[in-house]
């Protein structure tokens, strides 16, 4: 997905497929082993990510890509907030966020219609999974991350203006 919405945006193949390859290398890190690589690398761990320990792989998987494979700024910004996202997202970070979250594994309610508006309209499609996301989280519970509302918002101001 990473790659198709490369081609579709213009940005880089090859790089987007690197992303889209190592962007979870940190998932399976244990909650322990990432606290002390965190605090080994100087890596800030929120307070929604004190609780919701699982959004700690974008930052810990960023650094390790980093260090492994030496990627350049756009691959680490782009799998630092792949989870959340940010309010200062350049096209390819919004392409590795989108990717991650309409991947063909992915099957849940509406992502066939999202994948064809991913093909169109970048933004409007992050919106839309934004607001999947947020009903989700608030149905199980769950935090929000203020990236998130943040990415939501500053969207939201670009198309209005």
């Known amino acids: 997905m990473a790659i198709e919405l490369a081609e579709v ?3 880089d193949k090859e790089k987007a497929a690197f992303a889209g390859l190592i962007h979870d290398i940190a998932k399976e890190i244990s909650k322990e082993e990432g606290e002390i690589y965190a605090k080994k690398h100087n890596i800030e ?3 929604i990510e004190k ?5 700690m792989h974008a930052k810990l998987g960023a650094s390790i890509a980093k260090e492994r494979y030496n990627v350049d700024q756009d691959i680490q910004k782009a799998i630092t907030y792949h989870t959340t996202g940010h309010k200062d997202m350049d096209r390819f970070s919004k392409i590795i966020y989108l990717a991650d979250k309409i991947e063909e594994n992915r099957n849940y309610e509406g992502v066939i219609e999202l994948r064809e508006i991913a093909k169109t309209d ?4 992050i919106l839309t999974t934004i607001d999947f996301v947020l009903n989700k989280s608030i149905k ?5 991350h203020p990236n998130t509302i943040d990415l939501r918002n500053q969207i939201l101001k670009e198309k209005s203006e």
Not at 51 to 55: A, S, T
Not at 140 to 144: K, P
């Open 51 to 55: 609780f919701q320990w699982g959004l």
């Open 45 to 47: 761990v929120d307070e």
């Open 122 to 125: 970048l933004d409007m499609a």
């Open 9 to 11: 945006y213009g940005e």
């Open 140 to 144: 199980m519970n769950r935090l929000i």
